[in-house]
C-alpha cells in the first residue's frame, strides 16, 4: 500500500519520482495521477464536512447604466441577495447617475457546501412607476471555495461584470 502523504512535500514528490526511475518507470506519470487522486480525494473530504465562513462583497462603481428612464439617467441603487439573504441600498439610490460610485461592503454568513449563487442587482430607483432592473449578475461561491486555484490568490482580483 502506497502512503499518499509522501507526495504531500517536494521532498516527498522528487523521492518517489526518482524511485520510480530507479525502477524504470518514469514514464508513466503515475505520479501526477496520485497527485489527482489525493486531490479528489481532498475535495471529498471537504464535501463531507459542513464549513461556515464570511462571504465580503465589495461594489466599488457602475459604469454606462443601461437608462430605464424616459427622457432622463437611471437613478441606480443596489440589491444584493445570497439565499433567504437581502440588503439594498434604495434610500441612497444616485439620481441621473449613469456612472455611480457605490464603494459598499456587504457581509453575509454563508455555509458550504451548499450555499446559493450570491446576486449582485443594480436597480433604477421610480417613486411612481415601481422600479426597474437594470442589470444583475449571479457568482457561483462554492465554485470559488473548492478551487485551490482560486484559494491560492493571495490578493484575490476586483472582477468587472
Request: glycine share 6%; charged share 30%; net charge neutral.
Given at each position: 500500500m502506497?502512503?499518499l502523504d509522501?507526495i504531500?512535500?517536494s521532498?516527498?514528490?522528487?523521492?518517489f519520482?526518482?524511485?520510480?526511475?530507479?525502477?524504470?518507470?518514469?514514464?508513466?506519470?503515475?505520479?501526477k495521477?496520485?497527485?489527482?487522486?489525493e486531490?479528489e480525494?481532498?475535495?471529498?473530504?471537504?464535501?463531507?464536512?459542513?464549513q461556515g465562513?464570511?462571504?465580503?462583497?465589495?461594489v466599488?462603481?457602475g459604469?454606462?447604466?443601461?437608462?430605464?428612464?424616459?427622457?432622463?439617467?437611471?437613478?441606480?441603487?443596489?440589491?444584493?441577495?445570497?439565499?433567504?439573504?437581502k440588503?439594498?441600498?434604495?434610500?441612497?439610490?444616485?439620481?441621473?447617475?449613469?456612472?455611480p460610485?457605490?464603494y459598499?461592503k456587504f457581509?453575509f454568513?454563508?455555509?458550504?457546501p451548499?450555499?446559493?449563487?450570491?446576486?449582485?442587482?443594480?436597480?433604477?430607483?421610480?417613486?411612481?412607476?415601481g422600479?426597474?432592473?437594470?442589470?444583475?449578475?449571479?457568482?457561483?461561491?462554492?465554485?470559488?471555495?473548492?478551487?485551490?486555484h482560486?484559494?491560492?490568490?493571495?490578493?484575490?482580483?476586483?472582477e468587472?461584470?
Amino acid at each position: 500500500m502506497l502512503n499518499l502523504d509522501l507526495i504531500q512535500s517536494s521532498e516527498g514528490r522528487v523521492s518517489f519520482r526518482n524511485k520510480m526511475l530507479s525502477m524504470g518507470i518514469g514514464h508513466l506519470n503515475v505520479l501526477k495521477r496520485l497527485m489527482n487522486v489525493e486531490a479528489e480525494n481532498f475535495i471529498k473530504r471537504q464535501l463531507s464536512i459542513k464549513q461556515g465562513c464570511y462571504i465580503n462583497c465589495y461594489v466599488l462603481t457602475g459604469r454606462n447604466l443601461a437608462s430605464r428612464d424616459i427622457g432622463s439617467e437611471s437613478d441606480p441603487y443596489l440589491k444584493i441577495k445570497l439565499g433567504s439573504k437581502k440588503t439594498n441600498t434604495r434610500k441612497e439610490y444616485q439620481d441621473d447617475e449613469p456612472n455611480p460610485d457605490f464603494y459598499k461592503k456587504f457581509m453575509f454568513d454563508a455555509s458550504f457546501p451548499g450555499s446559493p449563487a450570491l446576486r449582485v442587482a443594480a436597480m433604477d430607483y421610480d417613486e411612481l412607476f415601481g422600479d426597474d432592473l437594470i442589470g444583475d449578475t449571479l457568482i457561483d461561491l462554492e465554485d470559488r471555495f473548492y478551487s485551490h486555484h482560486w484559494q491560492s490568490w493571495p490578493q484575490k482580483p476586483i472582477e468587472t461584470r
